[in-house]
């Protein structure tokens, strides 16, 4: 497939090179700052051509994948359809950002969709698409199909989800994304008071979620909470100097307890 | 050496394989249930005699290996003493139980210390020893160096902690794993409602931790809180049923954003 990346931020850095080596060409990049897309397309092993301007986008290729942020997305879609909306009707529009729905594009386009990756991305750190969940959803049951077969190159896990499923998942990598890296950040606070490098910490992080591909978290719950070490529990509480950081170790402690 | 291992629960079962790999040898295995015991030899490559009998341990060991909870160590201990005190006075003996102090030993007993195994451990899934941070502590130094020999052999990460750093540690573990897990499962919940296997999380919560060889906690922190993205929290919170749920998504929210 020709494909043409609008935006060129986090997931547009991992996901380009992932499509030139699954064979697919990358016709243009367009990020509201030239720059970024020039930096991104020099790290590719062709070279792409770059705008910042929507007059510029080139309308022949066979899919356009918007990797924007929830907020820039409905903006760039507006744009493009006022400026080429009838030249773009035919070809395949795909968004990448979980929580914004199908409707974000024109009703006049006929093959839209959504190729979500479920996880964090950073240009710093590519990461490997074959490790990605895929979520998709499309406007019919063909352009469904193009999709899922464009995902499956991808990644080995593609799923279809629509907008109330990517609701709870979206949720669910909040949760065990951002707050486990919360989580980590308080461990950090302890080990620090510790004297010892926060390092000695990620073995048992790694652990943790090693341990989840062999047993639910039920299952592999451990710990004073799971236990009822009310000694331990309170041990740690007096060490703990925040309250936020009480109140957050007594609210999961109560949680483990309430499912173990 | 020669060592002999009071208790054959979790820590011991992967404690023992990695002693012998070393090149150590375990003359004697206790444990108050003798199955047990027997359970965790016949893992080993070579016989070894197990008892449930504080009378029938040997006294010849050079070194002692405590792998008790913290509430069964000093009962061991004390019956030991009682029954053998005199004859075990030069022995090595060390304990793997973080929370509790170096005076869990009679002070008669000359070369006494603590190695702190810092990670879960399970009967169902060996650790491995190379992988696992070792904090050490003696009564002496002359103890501690010869505790360090022994610590170095098993794993390249050894630093010596005292009661109040392995407190801190201990915390840390607690929050890392125990609390992780916990947000798996409240992940686990919402992957549920969407229909979605728990699976698509892990490659999620890898990524995360990956990030912490790379980056801080705090530069590493992403998410909506992160970006005071009010509208996604907002949209969250209306999905979580539970009251419980909420809180322990508000608190965490303020604490990410206390620190970004």
Redesign the interface.
């Known amino acids: 497939m020709t494909i043409t990346l609008i935006g060129a931020g986090n997931v547009a850095t991992s996901l380009a090179p992932a499509l030139i080596q699954k064979g697919h060409t990358i016709k243009q990049i367009f990020s509201r700052h030239l720059s970024t897309a020039q930096h991104l397309a020099a790290t590719l092993p062709l070279p792409v051509p770059c705008t910042d301007s929507y007059e510029d986008i080139q309308t022949e290729s066979d899919c356009y994948i918007y990797c924007l942020t929830?907020n820039a997305l409905p903006e760039a879609v507006r744009r493009l359809n006022e400026l080429k909306g009838e030249h773009l009707s035919h070809a395949m529009h795909l968004h990448t950002a979980g929580?914004v729905p199908l409707s974000v594009f024109p009703f006049t386009w006929e093959r839209t969709g959504i190729l979500y990756p479920?996880?964090?991305f950073?240009r710093?750190?590519l990461?490997d698409f074959a490790?990605?969940?895929l979520?998709i959803e499309a406007n019919n049951a063909d352009t469904l199909s193009e999709i899922r077969v464009l995902a499956q190159s991808l990644s080995p896990?593609v799923?279809e989800?629509d907008s109330?499923?990517?609701?709870?998942?979206?949720?669910?990598?909040?949760?065990?994304?951002?707050?486990?890296?919360?989580?980590?950040?308080?461990?950090?606070e302890?080990?620090e008071?510790?004297?010892?490098p926060?390092?000695?910490?990620?073995?048992?992080?790694?652990?943790?979620?090693d341990?989840?591909?062999?047993l639910?978290?039920?299952e592999?719950?451990?710990?004073?909470?799971?236990r009822r070490?009310t000694n331990?529990m309170n041990?740690?509480l007096q060490?703990?100097t925040s309250e936020?950081?009480r109140?957050?170790?007594t609210?999961?402690t109560?949680?483990?307890i309430?499912?173990t």
């Open positions: 929830d929580s479920f996880n964090s950073s710093q750190v990461q490790n990605v969940t979520l896990m799923y989800a109330e499923q990517r609701g709870y998942v979206h949720l669910a990598g909040n949760i065990a994304n951002c707050f486990t890296n919360c989580l980590a950040d308080m461990a950090r302890q080990l008071r510790a004297g010892l926060f390092e000695i910490i990620l073995p048992v992080m790694h652990h943790t979620v341990k989840l591909h062999r639910t978290p039920r592999a719950q451990t710990g004073p909470a799971a070490d331990t041990k740690h060490l703990l936020k950081d109140q957050i170790y609210l999961l109560e949680k483990i309430s499912y």
